[in-house]
């Protein structure tokens, strides 16, 4: 009996080894020949060198480092890819250096961070978001994949799809806003439209899913802060989008800067391996964020060498600026601190990316000089980014019927960001020229020619000189006026006596939102908000256009009898896309994809959260020892999903098509909507389903389903999705991803914040 389990523990050792060894086989062969052949030609100097990207410097700015002699690095075949450097022009002399003067001769990579449009500027990523139309999302990302790579461009750092809750996080403009299912619907269109069908196309390029992982929930909103999680929350909210684009087949992933549950992103095995490559079977490569790698140092994991070792051991393959890797990996070999054949599996990724580009047949393939005349900001291509901006626009708030504005009306333009171009393209728009925008009151002026327009600048974005120097680094976008704050608002005042309806353009700076801007007070600056009272008190309907790269909180502005259009920071078309919008060319169908608080103490706050053992009795109404707040209730200003229309839609008949649901099977739930108002409109019809008892504490809600529709006035359509149990998995305490037998409720409508409709059940 002992010998028996004796042989039986022998056989499946054996067993087991031979199974590591055909995996670590698979592993340690490409696929590609060529990759193959070309490394065993490599010394461990050159593979080293593939696994370093550098930035020339000039345009980018991020972070303090820039590298240095990249020219003299790049012929000692110590570079493997580079940023922050356009053009064919000068991306060929960079090739040439790469491709004549190394001893194998390995082309470069070329990448760049084209997050919202290359030239042609689109909207910011959470405006994008907010048009909840997948089809416009992917031509914006493939028209972007045509001018960068015109540019020569081959590789793009996006999409940002990290899940953002925190609006006090200023990259929250970055990303597509705080729900899972709508994160990874936008993810797959990003890579789609970046990666097009073959990456061999020289307009397309490869994509970069980011930052992995869990970037948007850096503690109290501060830029690159820790984040400790539970599994459980990661894998049911946070993990899906990067998931989502890496099996839409994102070539690279970029590691995000701040730490997850102890261990810095770019350091963390678990992550980097056990997750990404053990459980998803991503095969493309890693590459670190800007100097992220160093920065394990700060965060207490080491020096230079050790956080180098980590970081290879954990799975990067390649490191961003930082230099760790070319300087210390060669001697943690010597010392067996890593191994040569784990630099070889990383510097394969490298190499297999290039081939797949088709940078060994051509190293030259992205280097047409007659393409960026030909694609980049053609006149197709601002045609959607008008198009794009104001599908990205949220009305939230209709006073009487001021909207849309007729296009003869005698109007007042007011705020500091009515005849402005430098903030019209928000946060991360480097390839961009805000100098090419269109101010908000040229666009009324081209749209509406007839109309009888003044203008004043009423306010400066903010008074607060110290504020204006923070978000002036990159440029002048505070513009605080020599004029005194009062000399401006008697101005405006003066512009505003003479018109039937006021426009105020107001909200944040380009600067107030994105990489490390994070405030903690998100309201409107005092500036402008003095301005809205004060144009408020002329009588005169006001209409406000209020631009940010976040939600800000606006409670004292819902309060007055204004109209709100939410426009972000809507690119390189914003005059104009305005200018549609205000004048009903186009009818707003924007809908939020991140909830906006009521005050800043609010925050976290995201509609999918879940019920307590003590819930809140009736909303809005306070009980001891029930979990509320004794100053304000528990629901938001303005839950995720709301945006109002210059129409209006019913809902009715929202039903199942069957009250029971099969495991094979799947069951139709339907609503019918109905354009009861004055005007044509689209509506984004959004299905929630609970589940009301399962084996982890399940969301109140979640969004399973989105359809964007277009009905004319007095026009009804029945929208039908189609649900199975594939859609009601979710991640188990052991993190099986799983269904539950059970009751489910669900309603349909054209926001979150609404009583569910009907149930349908799952049997065993
Ligand atoms: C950002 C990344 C970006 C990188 C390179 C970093 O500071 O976090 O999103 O891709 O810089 O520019």
């Known amino acids: 009996m002992k010998l028996k389990k004796k042989m039986n523990k022998k056989l499946s050792i054996l067993i087991l080894g031979l199974i590591y060894s055909i995996s670590g086989f698979a592993q340690s062969q490409s696929e590609i020949p060529e990759v193959e052949e070309l490394l065993s030609k490599m010394t461990l100097e050159e593979k080293i060198g593939q696994l370093n990207l550098l930035t020339p410097g000039g345009g980018v700015a991020t972070g303090a480092v820039v590298s240095k002699n990249v020219e003299d690095k790049i012929k000692a075949g110590n570079v493997g890819g580079l940023f922050g450097v356009a053009g064919p022009d000068k991306i060929r002399i960079a090739q040439e250096y790469a491709v004549n003067d190394t001893r194998l001769g390995i082309p470069l990579l070329i990448g760049s961070d084209v997050i919202h449009g290359y030239r042609t500027t689109f909207p910011i990523p959470l405006g994008l978001s907010s048009s909840w139309d997948m089809d416009l999302i992917q031509k914006t990302a493939s028209i972007a994949a045509t001018e960068a790579t015109a540019d020569g461009i081959n590789w793009n750092f996006s999409p940002m799809v990290d899940i953002a809750r925190d609006p006090r996080w200023g990259r929250i403009a970055e990303g597509a806003g705080e729900d899972p299912f709508l994160g990874s619907a936008v993810a797959r269109a990003m890579v789609k439209g970046y990666q097009g069908e073959d990456l061999t196309d020289p307009t397309t390029m490869i994509a970069t899913v980011k930052h992995f992982a869990l970037y948007g929930a850096a503690e109290a909103g501060r830029d690159y802060n820790t984040v400790d999680m539970s599994k459980i929350k990661m894998f049911n909210q946070y993990l899906p989008p990067y998931k989502a684009a890496i099996d839409a087949g994102a070539g690279s992933v970029m590691t995000s800067f701040n730490d997850v549950n102890g261990i810095p992103a770019t350091g963390n095995k678990w992550l980097l391996t056990d997750l990404l490559r053990d459980r998803w079977g991503f095969n493309g490569f890693v590459v670190s964020d800007y100097t992220s790698l160093n920065e394990m140092i700060a965060h207490g994991m080491g020096d230079l060498q050790a956080v180098s070792a980590l970081a290879l051991n954990a799975g990067l393959d390649m490191d961003m600026v930082g230099e760790g890797f070319l300087t210390t990996l060669k001697k943690s070999v010597e010392e067996g601190k890593v191994s040569e054949e784990d630099i070889t599996v990383a510097a394969r990724r490298i190499l297999e990316a290039k081939y797949k580009l088709g940078l060994f047949e051509d190293p030259y393939r992205y280097l047409d000089e007659t393409r960026p005349e030909k694609d980049i900001l053609t006149e197709e291509h601002r045609a959607m980014a008008r198009k794009a901006a104001a599908r990205s626009f949220v009305l939230l708030k209709k006073e009487g019927n001021v909207l849309p504005l007729k296009k003869n009306a005698k109007i007042a333009l007011i705020g500091p960001l009515a005849n402005n171009k430098n903030n019209m393209l928000g946060t991360w728009a480097p390839t961009g020229d805000p100098q090419l925008s269109v101010p908000v009151l040229q666009g009324l002026k081209n749209v509406a020619p007839n109309a009888k327009i003044s203008y004043a600048k009423g306010a400066n974005i903010t008074d607060d000189a110290e504020l204006a120097e923070k978000i002036n680094v990159f440029g002048p976008r505070a513009e605080i006026d020599e004029k005194s704050p009062k000399a401006l608002l008697k101005e405006a005042l003066q512009t505003a006596k003479n018109a039937e309806v006021i426009v105020a353009v107001v909200g944040e700076a380009t600067e107030m939102s994105g990489e490390a801007a994070s405030r903690t007070d998100i309201t409107i600056p005092q500036s402008q908000k003095k301005l809205i009272r004060e144009l408020v008190k002329t009588g005169k309907p006001v209409v406000l256009v209020l631009m940010s790269g976040r939600p800000l909180v606006i409670s004292e502005e819902m309060d007055l009898p204004v109209s709100i259009l939410q426009a972000w920071h809507p690119g390189v078309e914003a005059g104009h896309a305005v200018a549609d919008v205000l004048f009903g060319d186009y009818n707003p169908s924007g809908k939020l994809t991140a909830t906006w608080p009521r005050n800043v103490g609010q925050i976290p706050v995201y509609y999918a959260q879940k019920n307590t053992g003590r819930p809140e009795p009736n909303p809005g109404?306070?009980?001891?020892?029930?979990?509320?707040?004794?100053?304000?209730?528990?629901?938001?200003?303005?839950?995720?999903?709301?945006?109002?229309?210059?129409?209006?839609?019913?809902?009715?008949?929202?039903?199942?098509?069957?009250?029971?649901?099969?495991?094979?099977?799947?069951?139709?739930?339907?609503?019918?909507?109905?354009?009861?108002?004055?005007?044509?409109?689209?509506?984004?019809?959004?299905?929630?389903?609970?589940?009301?008892?399962?084996?982890?504490?399940?969301?109140?809600?979640?969004?399973?389903?989105?359809?964007?529709?277009?009905?004319?006035?007095?026009?009804?359509?029945?929208?039908?999705?189609?649900?199975?149990?594939?859609?009601?998995?979710?991640?188990?305490?052991g993190l099986e991803y799983v269904f539950e037998p059970g009751e489910f409720e669900f309603f349909i409508a054209g926001s979150s914040d609404h009583p569910f409709t009907g149930t349908f059940k799952v049997e065993e």
């Open 621 to 733: 109404e306070f009980e001891k020892f029930k979990s509320n707040y004794l100053d304000v209730p528990n629901s938001p200003l303005l839950p995720f999903g709301y945006g109002l229309s210059y129409t209006q839609f019913e809902y009715s008949n929202v039903e199942a098509s069957a009250g029971e649901l099969a495991e094979n099977e799947s069951i139709s739930l339907s609503a019918t909507i109905t354009n009861t108002g004055n005007f044509d409109g689209e509506e984004v019809v959004q299905l929630y389903i609970h589940d009301k008892v399962r084996s982890i504490t399940p969301p109140l809600k979640e969004l399973k389903g989105f359809k964007k529709i277009f009905l004319k006035k007095g026009e009804s359509k029945t929208v039908e999705f189609n649900i199975s149990v594939e859609d009601l998995k979710f991640y188990n305490a």
